[in-house]
C-alpha cells in the first residue's frame, strides 16, 4: 500500500538478496515440506489450497505413549496458600479476557466493544468482587447510568492501584479478579488510536488500568498467581459501560428453558419443553356465558395474513444449541466485521446505543422459583424481587439472540414508509434509503434487536474508536454491505449478501442450493457449533431437523410472531432440582 514494499522484501534487499519476498516464501515452503509436497504439480495444488484455507493439514504421528496427568496438585495448593498468606484481606488473581488477551488486542476497537461474557461491560478493566463483599465494604451494587461503579484503591506490596468495582455473582468471597492486559500506553509505550482514548471527562487517557505491575517475571514467563491484596474504598465513582444490567432471568420460562438430564432422557416433552397453550372460549348455551372448552397451542390462533414462505422456495433461519453456546462473543465479533456494524465508543454505549446486530444475553441461576416462593407464601412483588438476586454459586446460561425474522413481524406493521419488509423467503428485511428514522419499529419489536444511527459514525467525531472513518480505515468494510448512514434503523439480516452470491453461484452451475452452503457470519465463527443457519424448507436440511426436535422452542413463543429462530432447551447433567425447570 502507498506505493512502498513489504517489510520482509526490504530485509531481503538488505542481505543482498533480490528475490521478491511471494518467491522467497513460496521456495522456503517448498524446502522445508519436501516430505509433503512432492512433485511440482502436487506442490502447486498444496500452496494454492494453503494459502486459500490459511491453514495447512498434515499427518500428525501416532502416539507413542498415552498422555498422563504430570501436576503436582499438593505443591500446587501448598504455592497458593504461601502466596495468600500476609496481610491482606483478599487473594488477587489477575486474568485475561475473551477479547483483549493478554493486551495483545488492545488495540482493536470491535474487541473493546466487545462485551465481557460475564459482567457486560465493554472499553474498561475493574475489581470482580463478591456481592457479599461489596455490600460489606458499602459500595454500589447495581450497575448503570444511575448508578457507577464505586471505586477501590488495590494494594499488593508497595504498588496501588484505583479502579471501578463491579459485583461478580458466583464469586468467592475474600477474593477478587482483575483483568490483564488494559492500561496500555499508561507508561508512554506508544500504542494505537483504540488503546488510548477520550474518556468520559474529555481526557485522553488509556483504556483501563495497567496492572502488570503486580505481576513477576522469572524464567522467562510471567508470573500471576493468587496474590495478596487489601482494598480500600475510595470515596468516588466511576462510569461503566454495560450492555445488560439485569442479571436472572426471572424464572421466565418463555425466554430461556433448562432442565436436567434425568429429566430430558425419561423422554416426555411436556416435562421439559411444555408448549404455550390458549384455552379456547365459547358461549356454549347462547346465554352471553363464556366457558373455556379447550386449550390449543398458540400457533392455531392468529389475526395475520400468513406470508407465502411455507413450503415455497427458501426459508432461512437459524437455531442455536443453548448447550454449545459458551458465551465467547466470536459471533458478535463475525457479524460486526461482516456486516460492517459501527463502533461507537463507551460514551455511546453508557447510553445504550451500542450497534451490535447480535447480542450474548446472560442469565444467571436463582434460588427463588414460583414454586418456592408459593411454599413459603411470599407475595408476587417479594417473590420477583427475590427473583432479581442470583444464587451464591449460580449456574450460568448463554443466549444469543439477534432479529428472529418472524413471519408475523410486528415491526413491518408499524412502519409508515414500508422501509422494512417481508421477503417471500422469510426474511425480515430493511431498505435503509427508505427509512426516515422514526424508530416505531424498534420499539414495536419484543426482542429489541434493532439498533438506531444516532450518528456517522464513520467521520472523524468517532475517529478514535471506528476504523473506518478514513481512507485507510475504510479498507476493513465489507464492499457488498452497505455502510448505513444517520438518522435510519439497522438490524441483523442474516448475512443476505452470502444468501444471494451463494445463490447465484448455484444457479451458474445448474443446481439447487446445498445444505449447508451458505454461511451466515455467526456460524461461521461459531467454534462449538451452537449456531446453525440453514433453508427451513427443506425437509432434509440440518436446520429442519434441528427446529423440529424435542428440544426446539421459540423465545417469546406466546406473543404469536412466529419467529424463523429457534433455540434447543439447554440440559444440565446436574442432580434434579438444581435446575431450573421448564
Not at 447510568?145 to 468467592?172: F, T
Not at 384455552?279 to 379447550?294: F, K
Not at 408499524?414 to 419488509?421: E, H, M, N, R, Y
Amino acid at each position: 500500500m502507498f506505493s512502498t514494499r513489504q517489510w520482509q522484501e526490504s530485509l531481503l534487499r538488505w542481505s543482498g538478496s533480490y528475490s521478491s519476498w511471494y518467491s522467497f516464501l513460496r521456495q522456503t515452503w517448498r524446502e522445508q515440506l519436501a516430505a509433503h509436497a512432492g512433485p511440482t504439480a502436487i506442490f502447486d495444488d498444496t500452496w494454492n489450497t494453503t494459502v486459500h484455507d490459511g491453514v495447512m493439514t498434515v499427518p500428525v504421528p501416532a502416539a507413542t505413549a498415552p498422555v498422563v496427568f504430570a501436576g503436582d496438585i499438593a505443591a500446587a495448593t501448598a504455592a497458593a496458600a504461601k502466596a495468600s498468606a500476609g496481610a491482606g484481606d483478599f487473594e488477587l488473581a489477575l486474568y485475561t479476557t475473551e477479547a483483549i488477551g493478554n493486551g495483545q488486542h488492545a488495540n482493536n476497537p470491535w474487541l473493546q466493544e466487545m462485551p465481557d461474557p460475564l459482567t457486560k461491560i465493554t472499553w474498561d478493566n475493574y475489581v470482580c468482587m463478591a456481592p457479599a463483599d461489596v455490600e460489606r465494604l458499602g459500595l454500589n451494587m447495581y450497575l448503570g447510568e444511575k448508578a457507577p461503579a464505586s471505586v477501590v484503591i488495590v494494594k499488593v506490596g508497595e504498588r496501588e492501584i484505583s479502579l471501578p468495582v463491579v459485583p461478580a455473582p458466583g464469586q468467592k468471597s475474600g477474593t477478587i479478579a482483575i483483568a490483564l492486559g488494559y492500561g496500555r500506553g499508561e507508561f508512554g509505550e506508544k500504542v494505537g488510536r483504540a488503546a488510548c482514548v477520550t474518556n468520559h471527562e474529555g481526557v485522553f487517557k488509556p483504556v483501563g488500568r495497567n496492572v502488570y505491575p503486580f505481576t513477576s517475571y522469572a524464567d522467562g514467563t510471567v508470573n500471576y498467581d493468587v496474590l495478596n491484596a487489601t482494598v480500600t474504598p475510595g470515596g468516588n465513582t466511576y462510569p461503566v459501560a454495560i450492555t445488560q444490567t439485569h442479571l436472572t432471568a426471572m424464572d421466565r420460562h418463555s425466554v430461556v428453558k433448562e432442565t436436567t438430564i434425568a429429566t430430558y432422557m425419561a423422554g416426555n416433552k411436556r416435562a421439559y419443553n411444555k408448549p404455550h397453550e390458549l384455552g379456547v372460549h365459547e358461549d356454549v348455551n347462547g346465554d352471553g356465558v363464556i366457558n373455556a372448552l379447550d386449550k390449543k397451542p398458540v400457533a392455531e390462533f392468529d389475526l395475520w395474513q400468513e406470508h407465502p414462505v411455507e413450503g415455497v422456495g427458501h426459508r432461512w433461519g437459524l437455531s442455536i444449541d443453548l448447550n454449545g453456546c459458551i458465551g465467547c462473543g466470536a459471533c458478535i465479533t463475525a457479524c460486526n466485521i461482516e456486516n460492517n456494524v459501527p463502533v461507537v465508543g463507551k460514551d455511546e454505549v453508557r447510553r445504550s446505543r451500542e450497534m451490535h446486530w447480535l447480542r450474548l444475553d446472560r442469565y444467571y441461576s436463582s434460588d427463588m422459583t414460583k414454586e418456592r416462593a408459593k411454599e413459603e407464601g411470599l407475595g408476587k412483588i417479594s417473590m420477583y424481587l427475590d427473583m432479581e438476586v442470583p444464587s451464591e454459586s449460580p449456574t450460568v446460561v448463554f443466549m444469543p439472540v439477534m432479529c428472529q425474522h418472524c413471519n408475523h413481524a410486528p415491526c413491518e406493521t408499524v412502519c409508515p414508509v414500508a422501509a422494512t419488509t417481508h421477503s417471500n423467503e422469510g426474511l425480515n428485511q430493511m431498505a435503509y434509503n427508505r427509512c426516515i428514522g422514526t424508530r416505531y419499529c424498534a420499539n414495536n419489536c419484543p426482542y429489541k434487536v434493532r439498533r438506531f444511527n444516532w450518528f456517522n459514525y464513520v467521520t472523524e467525531k468517532f475517529g478514535e474508536v471506528n476504523p473506518a472513518w478514513d481512507d485507510l480505515g475504510r479498507m476493513v468494510l465489507n464492499p457488498d454491505v452497505v455502510v448505513r448512514g444517520r438518522g435510519v434503523i439497522e438490524k441483523c439480516s442474516m448475512c443476505v449478501q452470502e444468501i444471494q452470491a451463494t445463490k447465484l453461484q448455484a444457479k451458474k452451475e445448474g443446481r439447487p442450493v446445498r445444505d449447508g452452503e451458505v454461511e451466515c457470519a455467526c456460524e461461521s465463527a461459531c467454534g462449538t457449533g451452537a449456531i446453525v443457519f440453514g433453508d427451513l424448507n427443506d425437509k432434509k436440511s440440518k436446520i429442519r431437523g434441528l427446529a423440529n426436535s424435542d428440544r426446539s422452542y421459540y423465545m417469546l413463543e406466546e406473543i404469536g410472531v412466529k419467529p424463523n429462530v429457534n433455540y434447543l432447551v439447554k440440559v444440565r447433567n446436574t442432580e434434579e432440582g438444581v435446575a431450573n425447570q421448564a
